[in-house]
């Protein structure tokens, strides 16, 4: 018997402090890491900052509230930023994959 597991799509809207603060700087490559795990995971579907830096938008694909809020602690940054989430009707989103040279 194989259980079915719902997913949902949850927005995450993060609040970049400003200005950021220097000491913070040294903590975005972990950041970067954990942002790339969650991709290669599946548990991150979306990740775009404002281009005036002070937000920061995240889609996040998971079983539960309660599995959501685990992915963001496990975001470096996320204990600097205050944020707020939504549940979503849908997501969509174009997928381009690499294409290959048959050279």
């Known amino acids: 018997m194989s259980e079915n597991h719902q997913l949902y799509n949850y927005m995450v809207e993060f609040t970049v402090p400003v ?29 775009t900052l404002a281009a005036d830096l002070s937000k920061l938008w995240a889609v996040f694909v998971c079983s539960s509230e309660s599995e959501l809020l685990n992915c963001i602690d496990k975001l470096p940054l996320s204990k600097y930023m205050e944020f707020d989430y939504s549940e979503l009707r849908f997501h969509q989103s174009l997928k381009l994959l690499p294409s290959m040279s048959m050279n």
């Open 19 to 47: 200005p950021f603060p220097s000491e913070l700087y040294h903590k975005i490559p972990d950041q970067q890491e954990t942002v790339q795990k969650l991709f290669s995971t599946g548990k991150l579907s979306a990740y």
